[in-house]
């Protein structure tokens, strides 16, 4: 059976009234994880894995993974609007996201983030239907050596992304390696730098280190702000960019889904390193890169492109060859086991209503996703600055009772 007969299988199944369902259910559900800060992908899956239970095998792989590709989406809005990254591929799409929403570009940039999270969450699974196998059989060279290169070039381009001094920025990097060091070591089991602290045992995680750096500055400044800002109620043309901000996307869209799904092949967790990747290219080739940091469209088109881009791509190796590059496809891959069905090269074969299921249903689920995050971003832009107004208002009231 060939790729298109065994798409259009994976159509009839994906189309059926229940798996459509629960693929909605799975991509509202990772939009709400993305935009709460400090949850997560993994632990929205986790935590509804055992709601699975009950489920036949397609629709429980397709609603966690819905999930898992859904909070690449939402993890952008907060990020945005309010410099809170929701999930840590979102981190880089602070810097810029923000930027663009204190110049009142904050639509362009969720509408921005949103298509190119669809064109790059689509191109992925293209790729995932047409090249998989040559792609898995490449993932699997990976070594101890592919491992310490890709390390490397992670450091490198934190170099580029720079906006400081190269002696700073080695600094930071090397603070960043010891504070990865806490934790139990994966080859020895022995607990490094914990200080007989148990709670320390998992390491320190990215997300509240994320979270600390980005979203409690900012809730702390807010208060202490002297300007009171008007709730706007922008119109639907306000919120899509213009034509010079979709030009300047343009590129950086395509090199981040390219970017985007080929780090996702490789072990660790991709959609976080390949927005900092992404972020650093950008910067690297623009013909202004001052203008990083200040509300760079491609400082936002970019990292979310790569992010979904390689939440897709880490499905390759999970579906051909049954091996985890992390934590979010090794649950995958627990709720295909706890159903009977074993992941591998066997998986096409034996269960093709799954496999094609599966992919067929990653279609219509950034559809889902781009149709709830498009009219999503002007309601939540509204709820933000309300929230800026309230902030605001306390602040001058409590200062107006200690005056009297």
Same mark, same amino acid.
């Given at each position: 059976m060939g790729t298109v007969?065994? $798409?259009l299988l994976g159509f009839s199944v994906a189309l059926q009234p229940d798996v459509l369902w629960y693929a909605f259910l799975g991509c509202l559900v990772g939009t709400v994880v993305g935009v709460l800060p400090g949850i997560g992908p993994l632990s929205g899956i986790s935590i509804l894995l055992p709601a699975t239970f009950g489920l036949d095998t397609t629709k429980s792989v397709v609603m966690l993974a819905g999930i898992y590709y859904g909070s690449q989406y939402g993890g952008s809005t907060t990020a945005i609007l309010m410099r809170i990254p929701g999930e840590a591929s979102s981190v880089m799409t602070c810097i810029d996201g923000y930027a663009m929403a204190q110049k009142g570009r904050a639509g362009a940039a969720l509408c921005i983030a949103a298509v190119g999270s669809w064109v790059a969450g689509t191109f992925g699974v293209l790729m995932l239907t047409l090249i998989a196998p040559p792609l898995a059989a490449f993932a699997l060279r990976f070594g101890p050596p592919e491992y310490t290169a890709l390390l490397v =070039?992670? =450091?490198? /381009? $934190? #170099?580029y992304m720079s906006s400081t001094s190269l002696p @700073?920025?080695? !600094?930071? #990097?090397? !603070?960043? !390696? =010891? !504070?990865?060091?806490i934790g139990i070591?994966?080859?020895?089991?022995? /607990? @490094?730098?914990?200080f007989d602290i148990a709670e320390l045992g998992d390491g320190i995680g990215i997300v509240p280190v994320a979270v600390g750096l980005f979203g409690l500055g900012e809730i702390l400044a807010t208060p202490s702000a002297n300007v009171v800002r008007d709730v706007i109620a922008p119109k639907l043309a306000q919120l899509l960019p213009n034509i010079e901000e979709w030009r300047q996307a343009a590129m950086p869209i395509a090199r981040g889904s390219i970017l985007g799904f080929l780090v996702g092949l490789t072990p660790g967790s991709a959609h976080i390193i390949s927005s900092f990747l992404s972020y650093g290219v950008e910067r690297r080739l623009a013909k202004h890169p001052e203008e990083f940091g200040k509300g760079a469209v491609a400082g936002v088109a970019g990292p979310e492109s790569a992010n979904n881009a390689a939440s897709t791509g880490a499905f390759v190796p999970m579906l051909a060859l049954g091996l985890p590059t992390g934590p979010i496809t090794a649950v995958l891959l627990a709720a295909l086991m706890i159903h009977g069905v074993s992941p591998g090269p066997t998986l096409v074969n034996e269960h093709p209503d799954v496999f094609w299921g599966f992919v067929a249903s990653m279609y219509v689920g950034n559809l889902m996703l781009l149709a709830l995050n498009l009219p999503a971003g002007r309601r939540f832009r509204e709820r933000a600055a309300n929230? $800026?107004? $309230?902030?605001?208002s306390a602040r001058d009231h409590v200062l107006h009772h200690r005056r009297v």
């Open positions: 007969e065994s $798409l =070039l992670g =450091l490198i /381009f $934190l #170099a @700073r920025t080695l !600094l930071m #990097a090397c !603070l960043g !390696l =010891l !504070l990865g060091t070591d994966s080859m020895t089991g022995h /607990f @490094r730098y914990s929230s $800026l107004r $309230l902030s605001v």
